[in-house]
């Protein structure tokens, strides 16, 4: 694919810009001498906020896309449209969080969201690939892989859980495979959600200690995150081998996880072509009288009304 200058540098911002930027920082360090003060580091942090999209604007902007997205569902159900989506990136990139945006508002049975676990005995004696393809959509539907195939040229190298040449080889195949599926009629977008160093150990560091968030934290994480670059050498070989005219890789910076759901929802819709269906008027039918049902007289167990 050829890219303009200001496309060619990687998603990490390695290239003369970030160059600049870390000579800027080394000057300003030599100039202060000592730790900065809390005061000055909160400040900082509040600054880098202020740039963040507000909830009450994510919120509004996220109304207008989820009324969009389900005029793309009526339209996929009523031509028997095929769309696989592929969500891959680092750890607390906003995966999760992307998906759920897309999906809260649009019935599950159209929207559907594959994530696998870690294989089986029986599925690693299989052909790689073949885990994957039975979840390729069918008419009407849209299937979105909260991390795919695409874990062979990551997890599955860095960890090496994966022999090296098994990952060539699979660099190798898969822009075949999916040509072979974009040439079948599916439409096929790929996203790589990049986060940055800075932000993904603030998140990280915040799934440890808040509650809420525990969960997310998996000994994976914490094995991965001393391997940043490794990730990233990863990545630029996944994307020098797979990023094809057929089925491009786009990249969502997602710092600000609110602007990057709302730029992925929007490119999306733009990438998928679809058209409003004609509604008929809504026209309630009248409701039934009471006639001769009399409510019984039975203990309900009901539960506890505390809020």
Known sequence: MKRSKSEAVSPDGNGK???????????????????????ESKAAAAKQDTGRMKRSEYEDQLERLHVELVKLQQWVVAKGLRVCIVFEGRDTAGKGGTIKAIT??????????????APSDRERSQMYIQRYVRYLPAAGEIVIFDRSWYN????ERVMGFTPEDKVRTFLQIVPLMEKTIVKSGVILLKYWLEVSEEEQERRLKERANDGRKTWKLS????????R???????RDDMFAATDTPHA????????DKRRGRLNII???LEHVPYEELPREKVKFPKRQKRGDYTPPDYPYKYVEERY
């Open 17 to 39: 810009r970030a160059a600049k930027k870390t000579e800027a920082k080394k000057k300003h360090a030599s100039t202060n001498h000592g730790k900065a003060k809390p005061e």
């Open 104 to 117: 809260e508002r649009v019935s599950s049975r159209v929207f559907r969201v594959i994530a696998l676990p």
């Open 152 to 155: 062979r040229a990551g997890v």
């Open 219 to 226: 000994p994976m994480d914490l094995k991965s995150y001393s």
């Open 228 to 234: 940043w670059y490794d990730y990233s050498r990863a």
């Open 248 to 255: 491009p890789w786009y990249v969502a910076r997602t710092d």
């Open 266 to 268: 929007r490119h999306l």
